[in-house]
Structure formats: C-alpha cells, structure tokens
C-alpha cells in the first residue's frame, strides 16, 4: 500500500504561484501525475511525468505556466504554478498514473 500526500495549496491572488508537494510513503510509480477537479466539474488532467523526468506532458490550458517535477530520491511530486488564473481554482490531486493510488488532494484558490 502507497500513500500520497499533497501538501502546498492555499489562497492566492491572480498572477501569484505557488509551489505543490506530492510525498510517497515508499518509491513513486513510473508514471506520476497532476490532475484537478473544480466545483461541478470532472477531475482532468493537468501534467504527468516520466520515471525519468525527461517526459513531460501538460494540457494546453497549464503549458508556459505549470512546470512538473519530481525527486526520486525524496519520493516527491512537485507543481510549480506561476501566472495563476481563476479558472486554475480546483482540488489538486497527485496520482500513480496507472494504479489505483490517488492522493487526498489539496485545495488551491486564485482569487482576489
């Protein structure tokens, strides 16, 4: 059994960044990823990320602004978010692409 938790969300005004954890209680899966759910609306995907870190991959909506990451060695997921937007507001989740691991979530809201 693997647990994740996300850590890093909170209130930030439009234009602001904030940076997002995701620590794995043992390794992290090959394939890790970032997805989102906003109020009345379906979880999508955000960003994933290779064992390796060398692929990436991001949902046009993020791409410029969202960067993903991941340190193997501390078993951790990161989300760096610069330029946030009101429509980036959502429960943020870190997931084992693949498996049936998902992370609580964490809340991030972009308000002024």
């Known amino acids: 059994q693997v647990h994740l938790v996300e850590s890093g969300g909170g209130l930030v005004q439009p234009g602001g960044s904030l940076r997002l954890s995701c620590t794995a209680s043992g390794s992290m899966f090959n394939t890790m990823g970032w997805y989102r759910q906003a109020p009345e609306k379906e979880r999508e995907l955000v960003a994933t990320i290779s064992s390796s870190g060398m692929t990436n991959y991001y949902i046009d909506s993020v791409k410029g602004r969202f960067t993903i990451s991941r340190d193997n060695a501390k078993n951790t997921l990161y989300l760096q978010m610069n330029s946030l937007k009101p429509e980036d507001t959502a429960v943020y989740y870190c997931?084992?692409?693949?498996?049936?691991?998902w992370g609580q979530g964490t809340q991030v809201t972009v308000s002024s």
């Open positions: 997931h084992g692409v693949n498996t049936r691991y």
